[in-house]
């Protein structure tokens, strides 16, 4: 191989080369990227691929030392440790997880570890070479090769514990994950980790298969560059990669390609989001995948691949070119079993998709399917769930050939009842989703021997056009909710119904005679009906769910419900319900919501059993004014009474539940919040708009993680601090100023702080909270010296200093890499300055009108 380095282009032209690109975002040019490394590393890192060998656990550990910036914590199999774990500033996070298989024919059914590294930039690639060539035992460079001090000695450095049920002699396949820019599209954006930010790759497909014996790759967001010659025989023999993962991603063509070629044997699962592809055809190159899904993919046809005049034709002229998408490019893959294509744009044709015998699930939502694609569907012989919602399929009945049909999915189609004749034929259709379409009738369903859960929400249907459920004898859910129903009484012969939903329909009390026969009946909503009475449903002894919410029903309408053995929630909010006197002697109650209730009274829970199983109670808007029998409820675990009259003696009882960990008070007379702080597991306490001056005590709520004291006279948060789990932070508009303010440092773990219109103007305290993310401090009289040590907390993703007195100094901030939003709008911050910020963090968007100002020659009031 030759010896050009690692980060040489080794190409002049800049414009990507027959590459994939994305289809809403094009690709952008590739940026040079300063590093400083030292030379003996470039000496070090020369063209040359790992072995194709895994690498062991116990490797793993011994080398772990060397990683900078890494805690114990990175190594670990716990998906809670993975998404709290800092990204190493040095470009590479490695972690040690479990997970599960994708491929429906796989043989590996359980969890199983996996190697991966997190490679976010050039130095990252780097170091992750320098670190698998120890863990593979081919060499043992020295720790100054990767451009890092071992500060450690190997004797007495400390080792971290293998993560349980891990052997270290396991051998770990390896799973890179190459990041570029996380919000380049909407499509590929990452649940666990969006708001952290990573700079462009500049390296090639090439270069990350040389990285050994890769089994997974993921690329999300970057520009790939063409691979240079020293590196196409990594590619060439990538033999072994099983998962293949592009995300709003720009790969070139010809690679993309022969990855798929070399990895034929053993690529199973293909995923691809926000990009654009030349022809279904070319995944024949990898024929043993199973499963392929392709998210907001463009297929443009005829673009690569061309045709070519056959024998014998002379010099005939060929037929004009479709520009309809054939599916059966797919026919290759004999051994595919999930198609994924939501949202593809693309003149789909489903003409010989039935030549995939393997086939089991479809998904073509928001694809232009049409009437005529529907016969070619139900001609595959072992699907069993076909997604073609929102879609301008009108018809539906050629899919009564498949006999083994499972869940179709309609929601939001054009599909009419005339369309639907033949599917209660199906034998094994179990699932029928049909929200937001065109039906009116369904009797015909009523026919079917096992439809298990129906969907009719938001349709055309009224109850004469659904009376044929009732002969159906599997249903077991039905949803009808925004409908035009008046009488369902004939569903009471429904004796295997288990969740009803009737919510937004014109169902009265009338309309549920027999109900209290459905024995089988869990969940029933009736909010916002015209129900007035549901004493019929105390014979339900299973019913364990009931919201009533926005319906018409008062006191003497729930008579009954507390004998329900089993009822455990009930929502009551928007209702004539004006006493709890009734329902609080239900001896299986755990969930009680009344919002916006029409309860009166002192102590609208007196009575209630000291063997009450109550764990949630809601009570919001309303006059109540005590709640100190609900003390009695040992498992009472949220209090939410917002908006009523509770008062400091109206609380003095809640020291017995010891089990609160939530509780909202706010806009409240609540003045002395010491009783609440018996209850040593409380997590949240929200005291906004309430009467509370002062915060003594509450540094005995150590599990405290969220306190909102927003307008409140609380004028200092020194008796806070002792609460070392503190994440959310409310104390806008309230007049704590920077005396009030000192200690905020001792809050490590603070992750969100909102502050606005308050009397603080030194923020630098913050910079010793490790954890912060996001600070809101609009309309505050913070200065640019108040700024001066902010620049500490590396972890913040959105600042807000609007509005305030600050004159310039936010270059510091070009040091926080995570940073994605800086707002300095009516600020007196220099242009040049917010140049600088966004120069140097491409990704941060910096809102400010300084421009603005300069050329309309606006000068702010101070």
């Not at 909710?481 to 969740?499: G, H, M, P, Q």
């Not at 209702?575 to 109650?589: G, M, N, R």
């Amino acid at each position: 191989m030759s010896d050009a380095p690692l980060t040489s282009p080794c190409f002049t032209d800049k414009r990507p080369i027959c590459s994939l690109h994305s289809a809403l975002f094009p690709a952008a040019l590739h940026r040079s990227l300063f590093l400083a490394v030292p030379a003996e590393f470039l000496e070090g890192s020369r063209a040359e691929a790992l072995p194709m060998s895994y690498a062991s656990v116990d490797a793993l550990t011994l080398v772990s030392e060397y990683l900078p910036g890494q805690v114990g914590a990175w190594i670990s199999s716990s998906p809670e440790a993975r998404r709290s774990r800092e990204k190493s500033s040095q470009g590479l996070c490695i972690s040690l997880n479990q997970y599960k298989d994708e491929a429906p024919s796989s043989s590996r059914r359980s969890r199983r570890s996996r190697l991966r590294c997190d490679i976010s930039d050039a130095q990252g690639m780097r170091l992750c070479r320098w670190w698998l060539l120890r863990c593979s035992g081919a060499s043992r460079p020295a720790s100054s090769i990767a451009g890092v001090a071992e500060t450690t000695s190997g004797s007495g450095a400390p080792r971290l514990r293998l993560p349980p049920k891990l052997s270290k002699y396991m051998m770990c396949p390896l799973s890179v994950c190459c990041w570029g820019n996380r919000h380049a599209s909407g499509a590929a954006k990452n649940e666990t980790a969006g708001s952290i930010y990573v700079p462009r790759m500049n390296c090639s497909l090439g270069e990350l298969f040389s990285l050994g014996c890769i089994e997974c790759v993921e690329i999300n967001g970057p520009s790939l560059c063409p691979t240079p010659s020293e590196w196409l025989s990594c590619l060439v023999v990538a033999r072994g990669v099983e998962e293949l993962r592009i995300k709003a991603a720009t790969v070139p063509l010809n690679e993309l390609l022969l990855l798929l070629y070399s990895s034929a044997a053993t690529l199973r699962v293909v995923e691809m989001t926000g990009t654009a592809l030349p022809r279904l055809q070319m995944f024949a190159l990898a024929p043993r995948i199973e499963v392929l899904l392709l998210h907001n993919v463009t297929v443009h046809p005829h673009s690569v691949v061309g045709s070519e005049k056959a024998e014998g034709q002379g010099n005939e002229q060929s037929p004009p070119p479709t520009n309809r998408v054939g599916l059966s490019d797919l026919a290759a893959l004999q051994q595919l079993r999930r198609l994924d294509m939501a949202n593809c744009r693309g003149d789909f044709d489903c003409a010989g998709i039935s030549r995939c015998c393997f086939l089991r699930a479809v998904h073509l939502s928001g694809c232009s399917v049409k009437d005529t694609d529907i016969p070619h569907l139900g001609q595959l012989p072992c699907v069993e769930e076909l997604f073609l919602a929102r879609t301008r399929v009108t018809n539906v009945q050629a899919l009564r050939a498949g006999k083994r049909l499972r869940f179709i999915q309609l929601s939001n189609s054009q599909v009419d009842s005339d369309g639907l004749d033949g599917l209660q034929t199906l034998p094994y259709l179990t699932r029928l989703d049909l929200s937001s379409t065109l039906v009116s009738d369904v009797n015909c369903l009523g026919q079917s021997q096992s439809l298990v859960y129906l969907n009719l929400a938001t349709t055309h249907v009224t109850s004469e056009g659904i009376a044929g459920l009732s002969r159906l004898r599997t249903l077991e859910q039905l949803m009808l909710r925004n409908n035009s129903i008046r009488d369902v009484s004939f569903l009471a012969e429904a004796r295997s119904l288990k969740t009803l939903s009737l919510q937004s329909t014109l169902v009265d009390s009338a309309g549920l005679k027999g109900f209290g026969g459905l024995q089988t009946l869990q969940d029933l909503s009736l909010a916002h009906t015209r129900v007035t009475n549901v004493t019929e449903l105390q014979h339900c002894r299973n019913l364990w769910r009931l919201d009533l919410q926005g319906s018409l029903v008062n006191q003497a309408g729930i008579v009954g419900l507390e004998g329900l053995p089993k009822l455990r929630v009930l929502l009551l909010s928007h209702t004539d319900v004006d006493s709890l006197e009734l329902i609080l002697k239900s001896a299986s109650l755990q969930q009680l919501e009344v919002k916006f209730s029409r309860v009166n009274g002192a102590s609208p829970f007196f009575g209630v059993p000291k063997g009450s199983a109550l764990t949630d109670v809601t009570l919001t808007h309303c006059d109540v004014s005590d709640v100190n029998d609900l003390g009695s409820c040992k498992e009472l675990r949220l209090l939410n009474m917002w908006s009523s009259k509770v008062t400091s003696e109206g609380i003095a009882g809640l020291c017995e539940a010891k089990s609160l960990q939530e509780v909202d008070l706010a806009e409240t007379a609540v003045t002395d919040i010491s009783p609440l702080l018996c209850c040593a597991r409380i997590q949240t306490l929200i005291l906004y708009r309430s009467s509370l001056r002062s915060l003594d005590g509450i540094g005995a709520l150590q599990r405290l993680r969220r306190l909102d004291i927003a307008e409140t006279p609380v004028s200092s948060l020194r008796s806070l601090w002792p609460c070392k789990r503190l994440e959310v932070l409310n104390i806008s508009n309230t007049p704590v100023d920077d005396d009030g303010f000192q200690g905020i440092g001792q809050a490590q773990f603070l992750r969100v702080i909102l502050m606005s219109f308050t009397s603080i103007a030194r923020l630098g305290e913050l910079g010793q909270c490790s954890q912060l993310e996001e600070l809101h401090a609009q309309s505050c009289p913070v200065t640019s010296e108040g700024l001066a040590g902010l620049e500490k907390a590396r972890r913040l993703v959105k600042i807000n200093l609007s509005y305030t007195k600050i004159q310039g100094g936010i270059q510091r901030f070009a040091n926080c890499h995570k940073l994605l939003k800086l707002n300095v709008k009516f600020t007196d911050v220099p242009y040049d300055e917010v140049a600088y910020v966004e120069r140097h963090l491409p990704v941060c968007r910096v809102m400010n009108d300084a421009a603005q100002r300069i050329a309309k020659d606006v000068t702010l009031l101070t």
